[in-house]
């Protein structure tokens, strides 16, 4: 099933140029953000406040890959072809959101507003899960499944364990550190909305792929052999819930990249 061909509006040009915006302001928040060129870095304000829950530094690599994706993502939409597209229409503003919600977080939290930095990660969730959901459209084949589901649902994955760790980070710095107990605690309610989302999102391989990359690397990192055994144990959960759904399914493709 494909979609009806529509012709491109005013308001497709506003959002597809919007979301191209959106890609280039947080390559911008990367560029200043990651090595802090205008003040502290991103990991310098991490490794101030150290935590059992701090995915190791070549984890933080997976940023190239994401804005690279996006980017992509984004000049593909501002295609005259595309900009009519109900699955651009759907998703579009979500994605605007993305890309302003991230460079807000790199802002705030490079200047250590930890708490509304932590407000703005979980709203940039919010909006990559609202994203996500709004793919649920036909057509687009393998170009759509690799240049727009793909990248956002690897976004989604890796900005969901993030999130976790930011909150780690933030308690560290407004309190105390997590202990290692309740670091476990975290990773195990983690494990377990991972494995509900991967049974929710339509499209599933970089979700999966996002989150046990992230898993790995905080077991790599951490401190206490017993939060290394529960971030394996979480990634291990997210691959067999991923194997799973994508075995009881009659259209695999389908059900691993929308």
């Known amino acids: ?33 990651g090595p802090g060129l205008l003040g502290e870095s991103v990991s310098s304000v991490a490794n101030a406040y150290p935590t ?102 690897v976004y989604l994955g890796w900005v969901a364990i993030a999130t976790v760790a930011g909150a780690g980070t933030t308690l560290a710095a407004v309190a105390s550190a997590p202990s290692a107990w309740l670091s476990v605690a975290a990773l195990v309610v983690t494990a377990v909305l991972v494995v509900a989302a991967i049974w929710w999102l339509p499209a599933i391989a970089g979700f999966v792929l996002a989150v046990c990359w992230a898993f790995a690397w905080i077991a790599v990192a951490t401190t206490a052999p017993e939060v290394a055994a529960a971030s394996l144990a979480a990634l291990a959960a997210a691959a067999l819930a991923g194997a799973v759904r994508a075995a009881r399914s009659r259209q695999k493709s389908t059900v691993l990249f929308g």
């Open 1 to 33: 099933m494909n979609e009806s061909p529509e012709s491109s509006t005013r308001a497709d040009s506003v959002r597809a140029f919007a979301v191209l915006a959106a890609a280039v302001l947080q390559i911008a928040g990367g560029i200043v953000g």
């Open 52 to 153: 059992l829950l701090q995915p190791g530094g070549a984890a933080f690599s997976i940023w190239s890959l994401i804005y690279a994706a996006f980017l992509i993502l984004a000049v593909r939409q501002v295609l005259p072809g595309q900009r009519a597209r109900v699955v651009h229409r759907r998703s579009g503003w979500w994605l605007v959101a993305a890309g302003v919600l991230n460079a807000t977080w790199i802002v705030l939290f490079t200047q250590r507003s930890f708490i509304p930095a932590q407000v703005a990660i979980v709203a940039l969730l919010v909006v990559l899960a609202c994203a996500a959901n709004r793919m649920r459209s036909p057509g687009g084949g393998w170009a759509d499944r690799l240049l727009l589901r793909l990248p956002i649902t």
